[in-house]
């Protein structure tokens, strides 16, 4: 899919420019409400990530426009500035998912791949990656096209993991996908070490190969590389 | 002792200790008076009989006539002003006079004469002179106070006025206080005193609070870069432990600093009132909620809750109330110990969390403070009962703390205003 990131700071975009691309994006960059009023004008975009806060305008007025000229694109608005009315605000004008910095690339990601599904596919197309197959909409997982009994999280942890194949998922970024901001806590990780050998049980279980490797007590890597 | 009180008091001091001098300098000014008026008349009397001897050497008729006595050789010095008492049948008592005596003759005759003049009995002096310097007293007394209330009342209302907006000032509201003017100088004074001073706090509390806000948001994207890069250096494969160690340690520092900045955004923002809608919250939903989402950690500590209830809605924020009871609730399963149990009370007033765990050396008191933390969670921040603490402010809830050994128990109580 192709993406306009639209964020003042140079280094935070190209970070997010390059984790992108990785996923085998097509990524532009903007670093300004000026550049980004000409990118858009010209090409078409799946997907917009906007900050709020730029030097020379306002996020939400790029995705006013956005919305006033009918262009379909996604919109992940993120901003440092958490701030509640800013997020109902930007929700209400059209944008479909909002981000408080810092935040995860892995969860950029994730949300990247969750509003392009909802946008293209109604959000009924399969993730596949080898044997395993996942219905988001229906939370339910296959291997070999076998029904995998999961708890909730389990599931969210295996989407989260497949949406983010070969990559670092810390411990930290997989309890904040998990609970979100503010049920941060030492017994999620444990939690989180616990259900990750569940996981690999279960789906041994039903044939599938153990993908989940474990980088030292930092994360996990769910990956078929070396 | 309020400052009419004060004056008043003052006054009657004053007047108590005025009274008896007034009393005894009356009574001498009185006495010297009516002295003074008698030997006036009686020396004009004497001239009247003086004249009428010398011109018909008859005595006059006279209602000042004591006696007249033919002169002997004692030594008086006349004429003479004398006090004598004298006996009186109408009354039957001693009444007192004021007698002169002068020499004269008649018919060739040397006399004596006597004159005489009543005079104002002492008790009776004094006793009026009470009379009319109490009522004096107590009609300036009265006066005093009335004058005194009126001056109270009146001019000092901006005074109070002014008092009472001083009172409900608080240095985070936006609008700011207006002060009654007043036509006495010195409330003036003070007014411009107390607006500059107001001004002053405004201006550094506003500063103060900027630099939070700029500090904890401008550290935010920062963050997230060196972030980034902690984690594309421990994506590379070509690392020995030593290393691996030191970026984990690294990073998780880095979310710990992200984590506080966070924080005191989000009080900040509590404290901004930036959370001001007002809608109908279900409680007991929001424990459900919560409750479920928790439910994993919960069934891995292998935690034994039970719960109480009640339906109950409250109107305040709908994001506070979930942070509020979030904080709550991680707080008692965070510090519970493996198998520990898990009280929630819910009534109409009232939100209770009960839960096992380990006997804190915490000070109960310091338990609201910001970066206190019990010995068992050396992972948490220790700012979610601060954050707790100041939602309950923002609505007026109390928030209590109880420890009966490893028992912890947090009360929430509900402002009555808020419960719908």
Excluded at chain 2, 317 to 334: E, R, S, Y
Aim: proline share 2%; hydrophobic share 40%.
């Amino acid at each position: 899919m192709k993406i306009l990131v639209i964020e003042d700071n140079i280094e935070m975009l190209q970070d997010i420019k390059s984790f992108l691309q990785e996923e085998g994006n097509i990524c532009e960059i903007a670093p300004s409400y000026k550049a980004a009023q000409d990118k858009i004008g010209i090409f078409p975009y799946d997907i917009l990530v906007v900050d709020i806060t730029l030097p020379d305008g306002n996020g939400l007025d790029i995705i006013k426009a956005v919305k006033k000229e009918n262009i379909d694109a996604g919109i992940v608005i993120i901003s440092a500035k958490n701030a509640v009315g800013d997020k109902v605000l930007g929700l209400e004008i059209g944008a479909d998912d909002y981000l408080t910095k810092p935040f995860y690339l892995a969860e950029l990601n994730a949300r990247i791949k969750a509003i392009y599904r909802r946008k293209v596919y109604n959000g009924s197309k399969e993730i596949h990656f080898n044997e395993i197959k996942i219905k988001p909409d229906s939370y339910e997982v296959f291997i070999h096209n076998h029904l995998l009994n999961l708890t909730k999280k389990e599931f969210d942890i295996i989407h989260f993991f497949v949406v983010n194949r070969h990559r670092l998922l810390t411990k930290e970024a997989i309890a904040e996908h998990l609970w979100g901001d503010h049920i941060e806590m030492a017994d999620s990780y444990k939690f989180i070490y616990t259900h990750m050998a569940n996981l690999r049980k279960k789906i041994a279980q039903k044939g599938g190969k153990d993908y989940i490797q474990s980088i030292y007590s930092v994360g996990y890597k769910f990956t078929d590389r070396e | 002792m309020n400052l009419v009180k004060k004056t008043n008091t003052n006054y009657l001091i004053f007047l108590a200790l005025l009274f008896p001098i007034m009393v005894i300098v009356d009574y001498f000014l009185i006495q010297y008076i009516v002295n003074s008026e008698v030997e006036e008349i009686l020396l004009h009397e004497q001239q009247r009989i003086t004249f009428h001897l010398d011109e018909e050497g008859i005595l006059p008729t006279s209602n000042y006539l004591f006696h007249t006595v033919p002169m002997d050789e004692s030594l008086e010095h006349l004429p003479e002003f004398r006090d004598t008492l004298l006996y009186e049948g109408y009354a039957n008592k001693q009444i007192p006079y004021r007698t002169y005596t002068f020499s004269s003759s008649i018919d060739s005759q040397p006399v004596k004469i006597t004159l005489k003049h009543v005079l104002l009995e002492i008790n009776e002096l004094i006793w009026l002179l009470f009379l009319t310097t109490s009522l004096i007293t107590f009609l300036l007394v009265l006066g005093l106070y009335f004058i005194n209330q009126k001056v109270y009342t009146r001019a000092w209302q901006p005074f109070f006025e002014n008092l009472s907006k001083l009172k409900n000032y608080d240095v985070t509201q936006k609008d700011p206080v207006y002060l009654d003017g007043s036509q006495i100088k010195e409330f003036e004074e003070l007014n411009t005193v107390i607006t500059t001073l107001i001004d002053q706090v405004k201006k550094d509390f506003q500063n103060l609070k900027e630099f939070n806000e700029n500090i904890s948001h401008e550290i935010q994207t920062p963050l997230a870069i060196i972030r980034n890069k902690v984690v594309l250096l421990l994506e590379s494969k070509n690392l020995d432990e030593n290393e691996l160690k030191n970026l984990e340690a690294l990073y998780q520092q880095i979310n710990k600093l992200s984590k506080i900045g966070k924080s005191l955004i989000l009080i900040s923002r509590i404290e901004n009132q930036e959370f001001k809608r007002l809608e109908r919250v279900d409680v007991h939903t929001i424990i459900a909620n919560i409750l479920s989402n928790m439910e994993e950690i919960i069934n891995f500590k292998n935690l034994k809750v039970s719960t109480e209830l009640q339906t109950v809605s409250i109107e305040c924020d709908h994001i506070l109330a979930d942070i509020l009871f979030t904080n709550l609730i991680k707080n008692a399963v965070q510090h519970n110990k493996d198998g520990g149990t898990l009280h929630i009370l819910l009534t109409e007033g009232k939100f209770e969390i009960t839960n096992t765990g380990e006997v804190s050396d915490i000070a109960t008191e310091k338990l609201f403070q910001r970066f206190q933390k019990g010995s068992s969670a050396k992972e948490s921040l220790g700012l979610g009962l601060a954050i707790t603490q100041k939602i309950c402010e923002i609505y007026g809830f109390q928030l209590d703390y109880v420890r009966n050994e490893a028992l912890h128990t947090f009360s929430l109580f509900f402002n009555s205003d808020t419960i719908t």
